[in-house]
């Protein structure tokens, strides 16, 4: 009994076996390779030619592999295929192959090259859907004649069904503007899962695109509605090493895409992003960390973010912005941006190639920046700072267009007092349409030389300062030498750290020169103290210095060649000349008398130890 069960065991397997290996040789071979080039012709709206026979393989599963795909009229030798591919594959049923209906499932395309062009009249070379494509659609199925006007997801669902579709290394090239170079997507790989007409589409694909690595991935919600121009829910994930990008709204696919949803983005590097992007940057400039997130709304060539939360290396703000992408200009930007704390510098460094200091101005800075983005930003803060000086309630703006950038403080306390400032970068120069300027008013002048670490016996007060600057040669040429302004410098009730009046006379009684550091240790308290120069190549010219006591007057006249930190200038130190409303003739007379003559003295060599010399008294010989 045993040795028959066993025989009638071995031959039902020996029959199963001769059955699954005979399976191939029972299905129409011309059969599957018909009704496999009509199912990718359905589905992709175009004719589909390829080369030899269907090959049929059961291990590991069931699938049929086609060699040297083409999708697309192949007779005009006047257009690009669609698509080509190195092989096209499938699941199949074998035993609906079998009853001659095969049933087809997980495509899988190795080595595709696709074309795909799309019009500005929003009408595309591929996909048969009202959204893209203008005029009919033609099924080899039906022979169904769809008007784009009348598309409706179950139009749609009559032919278009992409089931689930893996790609292996494919490339993909994309033209936006006819007549341009094509945009190359290479090292596609990925999956498209699409189980049924009212599930989900999801996505998961990596490519390289202009030599970074990208990875997108995703759901849409309703993709036949998508596909007809209706606006559906969609989860789009973005990443790579310098920009990531998490979008999550409805979307609507039309001549332009719509948008309309949230949307967190971040980059290490804009000047890695601008670069990406086509943009002209050198390598040496710092554009800088940016993290953002926002409700954003419009298109992608035209977008509002409200909401937004916009992280700047560590500057944290909220506010609006808007976003355009015109034809014929560079990307703009402008909106309302208000943060707790904000340090300008990195600020700025983050859209604009500032130099870290004045001294890399010529070597560092590069106006093509001008040409590459647009900003129009209004700032405010509770508190900010532009390297060492700290600022409270800021109100500031910036400009950049193609010609000019501009920064300015229009309000900020500082030092007890209020600070305004502007700084513009042009590409003629500064006299092309820009200056650096900066003005305040009853701020602590003390505290801001000791800021900014400036040593030597210098006014410390309240006071009031202008300073304004500009260059006749174009900034990537510009040097000390080629500025030209002014300085103004206004101060009341304050001292001079560091200087003895006294001392200086009884030095200059008894020797040839002396220096600033033989006089330290006492200081000078002062009524007012005024200082008028302009300056040009280098040099400022010193029309009005002039400090006065309760009794004395200090002046000075000459030139500061700042540009070699030096100085040649002749001081007057005597009374303190009396106001001529106060006094009598016979008291002016007798002041006069009494008053002895004024001390005059060089000043020369450098900052911030000069050396003093009293004129050289007469020899009668």
């Not at 560091?498 to 330290?520: P, S, V, W």
Request: charged fraction near 20%; charge should be negative.
């Amino acid at each position: 009994m045993l040795k028959r069960l066993s025989m009638i065991v071995a031959v039902m397997f020996a029959i199963s076996a001769m059955v699954w290996f005979a399976l191939p040789y029972m299905v129409s071979t011309e059969l599957v390779r018909e009704r496999f080039k009509t199912e990718i012709s359905n589905v992709v709206g175009h004719p589909v030619t390829f080369e030899s026979n269907p090959k049929i393989n059961l291990w590991p599963r069931a699938n049929i592999e086609l060699s040297n795909i083409t999708i697309g009229d192949i007779t005009d030798s006047n257009t690009d295929a669609l698509m080509q591919a190195d092989i096209f594959s499938a699941d199949v049923s074998l035993l609906s192959a079998i009853l001659g209906e095969p049933n087809f499932s997980n495509y899988k395309l190795v080595r595709p090259s696709i074309n795909f062009e799309l019009y500005p009249n929003g009408s595309s070379n591929w996909l048969p859907s009202k959204s893209i494509l203008s005029g009919t659609i033609e099924t080899q199925k039906s022979n169904l004649q769809i008007d784009s006007a009348s598309v409706s997801p179950d139009n749609l669902r009559e032919f278009l069904n992409i089931g689930n579709l893996a790609i292996e290394g494919g490339s993909l090239s994309v033209i936006t503007n006819p007549g341009s170079e094509p945009e190359r997507i290479t090292s596609i790989n990925g999956q498209i899962v699409w189980t049924g007409d009212d599930t989900p589409l999801d996505f998961n694909l990596s490519a390289i695109l202009r030599g970074q690595e990208v990875t997108l991935d995703g759901r849409n919600e309703m993709p036949l509605s998508f596909l007809a121009g209706e606006n559906v829910a969609v989860n789009v994930n973005m990443k790579s090493d310098m920009f990531n990008l998490n979008y999550i709204g409805d979307i609507e696919l039309g001549g332009q895409v719509f948008i309309m949803g949230n949307v967190i983005a971040d980059s290490p590097s804009v000047r890695r992003v601008l670069e990406w992007s086509g943009s002209e940057i050198i390598p040496g400039a710092a554009l800088g960390q940016v993290e953002f997130e926002a409700e954003v709304s419009g298109s992608l060539n035209a977008a509002k973010f409200n909401d937004l939360i916009i992280r700047i290396g560590d500057n944290r703000g909220l506010g609006i912005l808007d976003f355009t992408l015109p034809d014929d200009a560079p990307p703009m930007i402008n909106g309302t941006l208000a943060f707790n704390n904000l340090d300008i510098g990195t600020f700025l460094r983050a859209f604009t190639p500032i130099p870290e200091s004045s001294e890399d101005i010529a070597d560092t800075i590069d106006t093509r920046f001008l040409k590459q983005v647009g900003l129009d930003l209004r700032l405010s803060a509770q508190s900010a700072n532009f390297g060492p000086i700290e600022m409270s309630n800021l109100a500031a703006g910036v400009q950049v267009n193609q010609e000019i950038a501009t920064f300015n403080i229009g309000d900020a306390n500082a030092y007890d007092g209020q600070i305004f400032a502007k700084v513009s970068i042009s590409e003629k120069g500064i006299d092309g349409g820009g200056e650096i300027s900066f003005s305040s008013r009853g701020i602590n002048l003390g505290d801001v030389l000791e800021t900014l670490a400036i040593n030597g016996p210098l006014p410390h007060g309240v006071g009031n300062i202008d300073l304004k600057l500009r260059s006749e040669t174009p900034l990537w040429a510009t040097t000390v030498s080629d500025i030209k302004g002014s300085i103004s410098v206004d101060m009341s009730e304050g001292e001079i750290p560091g200087l003895d009046l006294d001392l200086i006379k009884q030095l200059a009684e008894k020797r040839q020169f002396f220096t600033l550091g033989d006089i330290e240790g006492g200081s000078v308290s002062f009524e007012t103290s005024v200082l008028r120069a302009e300056i040009d190549g280098g040099v400022a010219q010193i029309e009005t210095a002039e400090v006065k006591t309760s009794d004395q007057m200090l002046s000075l006249s000459g030139i500061v060649p700042f540009a070699k930190g030096s100085l040649a200038l002749l001081a007057t130190l005597g009374n303190k000349p009396t106001d001529e409303t106060e006094i009598t003739d016979n008291d002016a007379a007798e002041a006069s008398i009494l008053a002895p003559p004024p001390l005059s003295l060089f000043v020369g060599g450098s900052w911030p130890n000069p050396i003093m010399s009293p004129p050289i008294p007469e020899i009668d010989f």
